[in-house]
């Protein structure tokens, strides 16, 4: 043990980092809400002590090479989540909610 004390990163911290990273993932993209705005991935964080296991929800454009993604995002998420908090990632569960086209900019 320490004896300068010791360190707690809250769980709402650890999400963020994650879902932070999943939406820099290429492939990844937001989804826009029914009244106003988008919003990308959503995490969930399980765990105690130094682990954590990590859900990510998120949609990719369309068309996404799937697997590749998913895997992209876990290294990501998993590289992330360790470098900043020390915590060691347990496991990084993906679900793919929606594959979007790209928004094109229209030219008129």
Do not use: C, F, N, W
């Not at 290294?75 to 360790?82: F, I, N, P, Q, S």
């Amino acid at each position: 043990m320490d004896d300068r004390g010791t360190l707690s990163i809250d769980p709402v911290v650890v999400r963020k980092i994650a879902e932070h990273a999943a939406d820099a993932a290429p492939g990844t993209t937001a989804v826009k809400r029914k009244l106003i705005g988008s919003h990308g991935a959503t995490a969930t964080v399980d765990g105690t002590g130094d682990t954590v296991s990590l859900r990510v929800d998120l949609a990719l454009h369309y068309p996404a090479a799937v697997r590749q993604v998913v895997a992209d995002v876990r290294a990501a998420v998993t590289g992330e989540v360790e470098r900043i908090t020390s915590y060691r990632v347990l496991g990084v569960d993906v679900t793919v909610s929606a594959l979007l086209p790209e928004i094109r900019a229209r030219v008129e």
